[in-house]
């Protein structure tokens, strides 16, 4: 009783609203188990029987390595960045980050034209060189190029956390380790690792649930994954239930995932007893330790930056006659109003959750904000046929409705718009603006919501005249990191976009199926760009805020 | 003499002043002193140059005939033998007390480690928080752990940075009687830091004070 009573009293827009956004996320989620209670199809058999174990194995082959991989490199790039200085360290610490710029699938089309037969590396050696390679040494489409790829374009995310978390130790934690007498190599496995645990663990979980989110890498390379799986049974042979059923799978997948996560994480928090007193003095590297630094640092930086840069804006240079035409512009403004439509709906239920949450501070609004972030651990092709089912079921409940309005409507209406579609990306990026909106909100404070309560306004009132100005920052980097999301989506487009609707990312995945890679030049150019001035955006503001 | 600093001299990068000017100063071996002065005054920087966490622009370090450092010489910190108490005490936060302490002593074998960690154990009275994690301790008793854990080596010198800066004031009376204690049982070189001439008085043997670089006086009075 009392718990409904503590909720009552928080019934207003703010917890009506949130109550909608979180059942539309549920409900798109449980449509999919469902599946797993209702007698399988004969294509079912054949899949458990030989197809899944395949499935299983290369999910699993590429999370492992990619993973294994990311940490490494990106732990290692961290720790130079984080502790020495080195030609050029100032420019990389930034450059690390740029990858993020470039979807896995841009990043897997890039380095195929570049190392196949036509290519510019084979080509180059045959034409200049003399030398006739045997091309299976270039071939890069099966797992261990996958790996390569993921790996290249994924680093970020471990880099930036691990660095971040790097740079807010305590100096003084690393002069005690040297004056006890280790040397930095030892200080790195004894000390900065093992406090680093949680975020290393936090940077790989995301790559590995961004692994398990590609169908465009995945696809293109002849890998047969769960994605590729779930667009098959649907696409190929017209059979939702064992698409349900894969996608049901995978999910599981994901929450084993989730759940190690949090047991690996540990529950120990090491921070009480270290102050930040003093920050990190970098440690200048001389002589050939300097050099080597340097290298690696480029070496990281040509082959998942600059190399896939140049190549494109080469492709570009050679196609955009080609490209250029009327319909590319219907592309671009087919992304761009998509994905600000999408991005517009993020933010404004991300504040409503978030505003929710820190007013009520229940049991209930919690749980809410957790739901909300769930769907970003979600893989696009699981989201999907979630809201695939669930449209089609309101399409059928409301057939009623659409024989009122139009007594020639079809059975399907929602279920052919791009409503279906911006839904969709709503739950897969509504945990990136509200990640945003909240830690402002956390930024904020209560005082001045409290404060403005007593001088006698109301919630809604003191929201419109404190808080949302006091926001604004949060929300404009919520809505940016969002809007690049939806602009570079690829597996919930495919699916679920209405017939002949093409954004940027897909016109990219076509050309590219089309053995047409320098005709992806520029749509890809363009979906980096937005991300670069992204990424430049919020780093300028984060440095604002750091002083 | 068991510390000889002559003519130490410290400049930051980026700065055309000072902070530090032909320090001379010298220390006999087993001697408690206190160095007092307003913050900016730059002592920390000078314990951070004895340790070789700085590097000084000018000047010459020898403990106990060996060169930390002068013009050609210059021993990284790990090279140096020297303990370190940090303001923040710098425990590993995810070690416990015992493995603090062995931190500094992997190059004793395993027998005379654990002989070493109970006799720092026993002089810092913590011995039944051995196991216990840092977060798990007051201010008072981190700070003793960080005591051990910088003694546990047998350094050649001790040095402490604000060692009464992280404590309530009701407790600073019987810590500072404590670490007295503590120091004068080890029977180690000593320097600390402070801008408290009552710390100073207390512990020392011997205060040392120095003066901001604006003022033209002379840099070391003894008191």
């Known amino acids: ?547 | 003499m068991y510390v000889q600093i002559r003519d130490l001299t410290f400049r930051y990068k980026n700065s055309d002043e000072d902070i530090l000017k032909n320090l001379n100063l010298d220390i006999m071996q087993g001697e408690v002193i206190s160095v007092l002065g307003q913050s900016g005054s730059g002592k920390s920087t000078l314990l951070r140059m004895i340790a070789g966490l700085e590097k000084p622009s000018k000047g010459t370090i020898i403990i106990d005939n060996k060169i930390m450092v002068d013009r050609d010489t210059f021993l990284f910190p790990e090279e140096r033998g020297v303990g370190m108490v940090f303001q923040d005490y710098a425990l590993f936060p995810h070690l416990n007390v015992e493995k603090n302490i062995r931190y500094g002593l992997h190059s004793f074998s395993k027998k005379e480690q654990s002989k070493r960690l109970q006799e720092v154990l026993e002089l810092v009275n913590l011995t039944e928080f051995a196991k216990r994690y840092p977060h798990e301790l007051s201010g008072g008793q981190q700070q003793r752990v960080a005591l051990a854990r910088a003694l546990a080596p047998k350094p050649s010198v001790l040095l402490l940075d604000e060692p009464f800066s992280n404590l309530d004031a009701d407790l600073k009376g019987r810590i500072r009687i404590e670490l007295g204690r503590i120091i004068r049982q080890s029977g180690i070189t000593s320097i600390f830091v402070t801008h408290d001439q009552e710390d100073s008085r207390a512990i020392a043997d011997r205060v040392v004070f120095l003066e901001s670089q604006n003022h033209k006086s002379p840099l070391i009075k003894s008191l």
């Not at chain 1, 290692?76 to 420019?91: G, M, V």
């Not at chain 1, 993921?150 to 690393?174: A, E, G, K």
């Not at chain 1, 309560?453 to 109301?458: A, K, Y």
């Open chain 1, 1 to 547: 009783m009392r718990f409904i009573k503590v909720n009552l009293r928080f019934l207003n827009v703010w917890s009506i609203f949130s109550f909608l956004f979180v059942l539309g996320i549920i409900f798109s989620n449980l449509l999919v188990f469902t599946s797993l209670f209702q007698a399988p199809s004969e294509n079912w058999e054949h899949i458990k029987e030989y197809l899944l174990a395949d499935y299983i194995k290369n999910t699993l082959l590429l999370i492992t390595f990619t993973g294994t991989f990311t940490f490494l490199i990106g732990t290692s790039l961290a720790w130079l960045i984080s502790f020495y200085d080195f030609p050029l360290r100032n420019f990389y610490k930034l450059a690390f980050i740029l990858p993020l710029a470039i979807p896995t699938y841009i990043g897997a089309y890039t380095y195929t034209g570049l190392l196949n037969y036509t290519g510019i590396v084979q080509s180059s050696l045959r034409n200049y060189l003399n030398y006739q390679v045997n091309p299976k040494l270039f071939d890069i489409m099966n797992i261990g190029g996958a790996v390569f790829i993921f790996t290249l374009f994924l680093l970020p995310y471990v880099y930036t956390i691990v660095s971040s978390f790097f740079q807010n130790q305590s100096s003084s934690l690393i002069e005690t380790a040297r004056l006890l007498g280790r040397k930095p190599l030892n200080i790195l496995l004894t000390i900065l690792l093992p406090l680093a645990r949680p975020a290393i663990i936090g940077g790989v979980s995301l790559v590995v649930l961004e692994v398990l989110n590609d169908y465009g890498v995945v696809k293109y390379f002849g890998i047969t994954t769960f994605s590729t799986a779930i667009f098959k049974s649907w696409f190929g042979m017209g059979d939702i239930d064992s698409a349900i059923r894969l996608a049901a799978s995978l999910l599981i997948i994901v929450f084993f995932i989730l759940t190690l996560e949090k047991m690996v994480r540990g529950r120990k928090r090491f921070d009480s007893s270290t102050s930040k007193l003093r920050p990190i003095t970098l440690q200048k590297l001389s002589g050939y330790k300097a050099l080597l630094a340097f290298t690696y640092s480029f070496l990281i930086f040509s082959l998942s930056f600059l190399i896939p840069i140049l190549q494109l804006l080469y492709w570009s240079l050679i196609t955009y006659n080609n490209v250029l035409n009327n319909k590319f512009w219907q592309l671009l403004v087919n992304s761009i109003s998509v994905a600000l439509v999408a991005t517009c709906t993020i933010v404004f239920a991300s504040v409503i959750v978030a505003n929710f949450q820190r007013i009520s501070g229940t049991k209930l609004s919690k749980a809410y904000a957790k739901i909300t972030t769930f769907g970003y651990s979600i893989p696009g092709a699981v989201i999907a046929i979630g809201v695939m089912v669930l449209f089609i079921s309101l399409d059928r409940k409301l057939f009623w409705f659409y024989n009122i309005v139009n007594p020639e409507s079809a059975e399907l209406v929602l279920s052919m718009s791009l409503a279906m579609l911006i839904f969709a990306y709503v739950i897969r990026f509504l945990a990136i603006g509200f990640n945003s909106v909240q830690t402002g909100f956390e930024k904020i404070g209560k005082k001045f919501f409290e404060a403005s309560r007593t001088l006698g306004m109301t919630t809604t009132k003191t929201f419109f005249k404190i808080d949302l100005p006091m926001l604004k920052p949060a929300l404009v980097g919520g809505f940016v990191l969002a809007f690049v999301d939806v602009l570079k989506e690829l597996p919930l487009t495919l699916i679920l976009r209405p017939f002949n609707f093409d954004t940027l990312a897909t016109k990219v995945y076509q050309y590219a199926s089309d053995e047409m890679i320098p005709e992806a030049g520029v749509p890809s150019l363009i979906i980096i760009v937005v991300s670069l001035i992204s990424i430049f955006l919020l780093n300028k503001m984060i440095m604002k805020e750091e002083g």
